[in-house]
């Protein structure tokens, strides 16, 4: 699974459940105003590039992964995201 997630070029499944961890329906971080919340999302990237450090030591459904699965992880994971709103 992480192989296939990280390594090769097909699109992440749309619908597809997520951890319950995650999950907006379950008490995760609730949508307010699009335009805010694509701003607010930015300027986080932003910060967490800067912290120039590996915060992901363990992903619930990876496990460990090295500075650059965790960039993939991560640009894949957020590229998913805001295609998902014509971003």
Known sequence: MRFVALSTPLPWPHG???LPEADQELG???PTDFAE???G???LMERFIAQ???PF???P???SMSSGESGRW???HIDHHLRQFGQ
Request: no cysteine.
């Open 28 to 30: 995760g971080t609730q």
């Open 74 to 76: 991560g640009y894949r």
């Open 16 to 18: 597809a459940k997520t």
């Open 52 to 54: 120039k450090s590996d």
């Open 61 to 63: 459904l990876f496990g």
């Open 57 to 59: 030591p363990h992903h």
């Open 41 to 43: 999302l930015k300027a």
């Open 37 to 39: 919340d694509v701003a």
